[in-house]
Structure formats: C-alpha cells, structure tokens
C-alpha cells in the first residue's frame, strides 16, 4: 500500500487537533460550571488567584489554565499570568450575550453520553427519544441556542417577517412549538408585552423547566405552556406559529406541518427557523455541516426514528427539504426570510 506522508501528516493534524479538541470540551464545561472564565475578566491573574475567587484547588486549576492557554482559550503571560481578551470573553464569559460557546460543549458531552445506546441503535435501527437524554442535553441546547436567539429574534428574525412585527406590537396569539425550555418564549413575551405565547413541547421535563424559566423572567402572565406533540398542541387562529431548531427532530413533520395550518388564523404566519444548511451533501461540507451532522446522529436522527411518522430529516435538510414539506402540508407561500452562520429563517403562509 503506498502512502502519501505529506498526505498522512495533513490527517495527523486534523486528528491531534480533533483529540485536542474533544478532550477540551469537558475543560470548557468545568470553567463554565465553576465559573473560571467569568473570575478570569477581572484578570490578570495567577493560578493561586484564580482559585482563590473560585473557591477551587490551585493545582487543578493550574492543569487547567495551561491547557486552556495551549487551545487558544485564556491568553498568558510571561509572568504566569492568565486572562481573557474581550472576544474570549465575548464567547466564553457572558451565558446572556449573543453568544455563549460553552452552551455547545455542554450540549456535546450530554449528547456523548448516549453512545453505547446510539451504537446499538446503528445496529437495530430503533430511535432514541429527546425524553431519554442526559439532563445536560436539555440544559445545553438552551445554552447553546439561546444565545443566537436574543441576538436575532427580536432585532432580525421577527421584522424580517411579512407585517408580524406590527401584529405582535398591538396584540397577537403565538404558538411556540417544541419551546424545550421555552427560551424562544420569554424573548417573544418580554419584546411584545401585548402578545400572549402558549409554548409547547412534548417532554414534561423541559416544560416543567420552561414554566421556571417564565416565571423568573416575569412574563408567567403572558405566557401558558402544555406538554404536547406538534401534532397535538391546543388552541388555534394563531397570529404566528413559531418552530424554532425542532422541525428536524421530529418523527411526523408533516403531520406537524398540517396541524400548524390548521391551528394558523386566515392570515397567520409559521415562522420555521431551522439549522443553516444546501440542499445537497456537498453543500455542507464545511465546520458548521459537521457540527450539524455529528450533532444530528446523536440526537436528532435518533428522536425522529423514535417516533411515528417514518421521517427523519436530519439537521442539515436544506431549504429544498423545507420547501417540499410546506408544499405538501398546504401552504401556497413560502420564502427565506433571514439567515445566520447557524440558522436559517422561512416564513410560510397559507
């Protein structure tokens, strides 16, 4: 067998890099969970220091700045020192802001943790449902959306939409579906504070964290949550039903899509935000396709299979996918309405 060395070196990169990387993960999560990258914007500050605001062991967190320097996330000194630039701490150090990387790295590890299952799941072909994930997987997919979510919802996505925003501004009726922990719901209740969000999502769970989540943000009043399917949610004459990162997840996203109408008023409006992706393979071939594709064998192939209905879209569907299943469930308009490095935004009429 004739091997390339300057070809193999170039995959022994990619690899030490991933390894690196993967291992990096559960470092990420520690500084998030002990609140080393938050003590570390009031840097510089030594090992010793760092443990002492942190309440933590300075030899651990010795190991852990060092490799935290090595990928590039804590910045050092020649004095032993470690602190964060702003666009480290832009990422890393700010759970509200725009964005939050350690959200994601949370999500991974939960996600990760299912793997004898999902092996065994590539072998039967059965699903996994979202229900019976690691309790991080429920708490990272917040943290890693939630973010992109206040940068863009209010500011981009909503405006974005054919005379919505004038709707929810005076008073309207919204259906958030598959809210999970119902991040979505507080944004659209706290900017529209005539509107009222009946948010719903399959999993008890989730809905029971959501009800806190309204509840610490104010907007309980606003805002009523059930635990139904897509294809079961109450109510209808929505001014605006909204699906946000879900749709692929879902076994039956046709039937969903048929419920959506039904439960939509004459001239309502289904805002479907869905992960940035083509419409063909070779199109997501790039960081952000693999992010999706790693994350969509996990979890979202996985809760599709476990469903009834028989699909499973996938995480990096593509436009194309989306437009077809609209199509199919009977709506007549449907455009690209906004689009982020991660997401992708239509807007569907009847």
Same mark, same amino acid.
């Given at each position: 067998m004739a091997i390339n060395e300057n070809k193999l070196n170039?995959?022994?990169?990619?690899?030490?890099?991933? +390894?690196g990387a993967t291992v990096a993960a559960g470092n990420v999560v520690i500084g998030h969970r002990l609140g080393l990258y938050k003590a570390l914007t009031h840097g510089p500050l030594t090992p010793?220091?760092?443990?002492?605001? &942190?309440? #933590?062991?300075?030899?651990?967190? @010795?190991?852990?700045?060092?490799?935290?320097?090595?990928?590039?996330? /804590? *910045?050092? %000194?020649?004095?032993?020192?470690? /602190?964060?630039?702003?666009e480290q701490a832009f990422a890393l150090a700010n759970p509200d802001g725009p964005?939050?990387?350690?959200?994601?790295?949370?999500?991974?590890?939960?996600?990760?943790?299912?793997?004898?299952?999902? &092996?065994?799941?590539?072998?039967?072909?059965?699903?996994?449902?979202?229900?019976?994930? %690691?309790? %991080?997987v429920f708490v990272g997919c917040e943290q890693f959306f939630r973010p992109g979510y206040i940068a863009n919802l209010v500011p981009s996505w909503i405006p974005a939409l054919d005379g919505v925003e004038a709707k929810?501004?005076?008073?309207?009726?919204?259906?958030?579906?598959?809210c999970g922990l119902g991040a979505s719901s507080v944004l659209m209740a706290t900017a529209y504070p005539r509107s009222t969000v009946h948010a719903s999502d399959y999993h008890q769970g989730s809905i029971d964290l959501a009800h806190k989540r309204a509840a610490d943000a104010g907007v309980a009043d606003r805002v009523s949550f059930e635990a139904a399917g897509a294809?079961?949610?109450?109510? *209808?004459?929505?001014?605006?039903? #909204? #699906?946000?990162?879900?749709? $692929?997840?879902?076994?039956?996203? +046709?039937?969903?899509?048929? $419920?959506?109408?039904? !439960? +939509? !008023?004459?001239?309502? @409006?289904?805002?479907?935000?869905?992960?940035? !992706?083509?419409? @063909?393979? !070779? *199109?997501?071939?790039?960081?952000?396709?693999?992010?999706?594709?790693?994350?969509? &064998?996990?979890?979202? /192939?996985?809760?599709?299979?476990?469903?009834?209905?028989?699909?499973?879209?996938?995480?990096?569907?593509g436009e194309a996918a989306v437009r077809q299943l609209v199509t199919d469930a009977g709506f007549t308009r449907f455009r690209r309405a906004s689009e982020t490095p991660f997401n992708n935004v239509y807007e569907a009429r009847r």
């Open positions: 170039e995959f022994i990169g990619r690899f030490v890099g991933d +390894l010793g220091e760092l443990a002492e605001r &942190t309440e #933590t062991d300075p030899r651990y967190v @010795t190991e852990w700045l060092r490799g935290q320097a090595a990928g590039g996330y /804590v *910045d050092r %000194d020649g004095d032993d020192r470690y /602190v964060l630039s702003e964005l939050y990387a350690p959200g994601a790295f949370l999500l991974a590890l939960g996600a990760l943790r299912a793997e004898p299952r999902i &092996t065994e799941a590539f072998r039967s072909g059965a699903g996994l449902g979202w229900n019976e994930q %690691d309790a %991080d929810l501004r005076s008073g309207a009726r919204i259906a958030d579906v598959g294809q079961q949610f109450s109510g *209808d004459h929505y001014d605006l039903v #909204t #699906t946000f990162d879900c749709l $692929h997840d879902m076994g039956d996203p +046709l039937g969903a899509a048929r $419920h959506i109408r039904d !439960a +939509l !008023a004459p001239e309502g @409006t289904w805002m479907i935000v869905e992960p940035a !992706a083509g419409d @063909t393979v !070779a *199109d997501n071939m790039n960081p952000v396709g693999r992010v999706y594709y790693g994350f969509s &064998t996990f979890l979202c /192939v996985p809760n599709a299979m476990s469903q009834p209905g028989g699909y499973a879209l996938g995480a990096q569907a």
